[in-house]
């Protein structure tokens, strides 16, 4: 029998942006495990949709990691990584050199393993998950990005523009001030 949930948190989430070839690294945080002396077995799965879950890899309850489905091709294997952190209280997922593809739902599912009559049993199960975006180095050929490009671009000139009458407007307030200034001070020397 499974019972009690494990508390799973993954960070940073729930959503987390990333540009095309940067190195994503999520934390799958596990706490309340039911026995200190549990084993715990470590899945990540990777959703492009809800409907479309796909294990990708997954470190076994003595510590090994094993990789699924299509991530078990040598390219794959290069870019995932799986690490234990913090006495088994933590693991840290590392997705190298992000692309398009990548961009979905991650979600850790942890089960917790215990002896149980010389038999492994599973004792306790928790889930949480993240959202990665992957925004394309190609998004500034797009042309919503463009016409957003322009737009900004006018009112770049209109600032520029204000900060040019301003500057005038200041320094005419200045020049007046001056010119009053000593006129005040020629009229004051010939009174005297």
Same mark, same amino acid.
């Given at each position: ?85 913090? !006495?088994? /209280?933590?693991? @840290? ?8 593809? #990548?961009?979905?739902? *991650?979600?850790?599912? +942890? ?30 050929? !797009?042309? /919503?990005?463009? @016409? ?8 770049? #000139?209109?600032?520029? *523009?204000?900060?040019? +009458? ?27």
């Amino acid at each position: 029998d499974v019972c009690e949930a494990l508390n799973v948190t993954v960070s940073p989430g729930p959503m987390v942006q990333y540009s095309e070839g940067d190195n994503a690294t999520l934390y799958c945080h596990i706490s309340q495990k039911r026995r200190t002396d549990n084993l715990l077995a470590v899945r990540w799965v990777f959703a492009a949709s809800p409907a479309q879950e796909h294990l990708m890899i997954k470190m076994t309850k003595f510590g090994s990691v094993q990789y699924y489905g299509n991530y078990t091709h040598h390219f794959h294997k290069q870019r995932l990584h799986l690490l234990k952190e913090k !006495h088994g /209280t933590m693991y @840290k997922f590392l997705i190298l050199s992000l692309q398009q593809t #990548d961009q979905g739902h *991650y979600i850790c599912k +942890v089960q917790e393993i215990g002896k149980h009559r010389n038999k492994w049993t599973a004792w306790s199960n928790g889930t949480a998950a993240t959202e990665i975006r992957v925004i394309s180095s190609k998004s500034s050929d !797009h042309p /919503t990005f463009k @016409k957003n490009h322009e737009a900004w671009k006018f009112f770049e #000139d209109l600032y520029v *523009y204000a900060v040019f +009458v301003c500057s005038i407007g200041i320094i005419s307030v200045l020049l007046f001030t001056l010119v009053i200034l000593c006129q005040s001070l020629l009229s004051k020397r010939r009174s005297t």
